[in-house]
Nanobody
Framework: QVQLAESGGGLVQAGGSLRLSCAASGRTSNGYTMGWFRQAPGKEREFVGCVFRGQRTYYADSVKGRFTISMDKDKNTMQLQMDNLKPEDTAVYFC???????????????????WGRGTQVSVSS
C-alpha cells in the first residue's frame, strides 16, 4: 500500500513561483510512475507531468518550460517546481502513483491507483 501527501501550495502573484512536494510512504522505487495532476473548479483532472517508471520525465504542453519535476529517492519524495505561474495554473494539485502503467496511459488520471488529497495553488493576476 502506498500513501501520498502533498504540501507546498499557496497563493502567489502571476509570474511568481511555488514548489510542491509529495511525500510517499511505502515502496515507490520499484518501477513506479509518479505523477502530478491538477483540477480546476468545474474542469476535469488533467495531467501536469510524471516520472515514468522512475526514469524519464514528461510534461503537459501547457507547463513545459515552466514546471520541473524532480525526485529524491533517498527521501521518497517528488517535487514540482512551478515558475512563471499564470492565473490559469490555479487548481488543486494532486500527486499520484502507479506501479503498472504503460507509456500510453501515463497521462490518464484513471489509470493511477494511488492519490494524495491535493494541495491548492492559486495564482492572482
Amino acid at each position: 500500500q502506498v500513501q501520498l501527501a502533498e504540501s507546498g501550495g499557496g497563493l502567489v502573484q502571476a509570474g511568481g513561483s511555488l514548489r510542491l512536494s509529495c511525500a510517499a510512504s511505502g515502496r515507490t522505487s520499484n518501477g513506479y510512475t509518479m505523477g502530478w495532476f491538477r483540477q480546476a473548479p468545474g474542469k476535469e483532472r488533467e495531467f501536469v507531468g510524471c516520472v515514468f517508471r522512475g526514469q524519464r520525465t514528461y510534461y503537459a504542453d501547457s507547463v513545459k518550460g515552466r514546471f520541473t519535476i524532480s525526485m529524491d529517492k533517498d527521501k521518497n519524495t517528488m517535487q514540482l517546481q512551478m515558475d512563471n505561474l499564470k492565473p490559469e495554473d490555479t487548481a488543486v494539485y494532486f500527486c499520484a502513483a502507479d506501479r503498472s502503467l504503460i507509456m500510453s496511459s501515463m497521462r490518464m488520471p484513471g489509470q493511477y491507483d494511488y492519490w494524495g488529497r491535493g494541495t491548492q495553488v492559486s495564482v492572482s493576476s
